[in-house]
């Protein structure tokens, strides 16, 4: 695989996990229309996207992460807590895959260990 696109290795869960969740935060509530317009969202960024533009996507998702926090609404907390595991997770892998990834996602990834502390990304 050419170096540019390894970030492309880890794009399955969050491909498959992050629609329904990031809709629900945007939302503030199951949107099954939004969901479809997240999923086709996500699939542009993996198609006709660059590694720069998926992390600045995942940054926009961490931020979503951050506004809701301490929310008590039982479909955003679970939102939430996937987004969370999901991000998380990528961007644990972009340590092993992409250097250049991991460097610009340390911020969020330091965020994303200890979301619930108060502190503002």
Do not use: F
């Not at 996207?49 to 479909?75: C, F, K, M, N, Q």
């Amino acid at each position: 695989m050419v170096n540019r696109a390894r970030w492309l290795s880890i794009t399955p869960e969050p491909e498959v996990l992050l629609p329904g969740a990031v809709a629900t935060l945007r939302a503030g509530r199951p949107d099954p229309a939004l969901e479809t317009a997240e999923r086709a969202r996500i699939e542009r960024l993996i198609l006709r996207g660059s590694e720069a533009r998926w992390l600045a996507y995942l940054h926009e998702v961490v931020e979503l992460i951050d506004r809701h926090e301490g929310t008590e609404d039982p479909d955003l907390a679970c939102a939430r807590t996937c987004a969370i595991d999901v991000v998380s997770n990528h961007h644990n892998l972009l340590l092993a895959v992409s250097p250049n990834g991991a460097r610009r996602t340390a911020r969020d990834r330091e965020w994303l260990a200890h979301p619930d502390t108060g502190a503002r990304i």
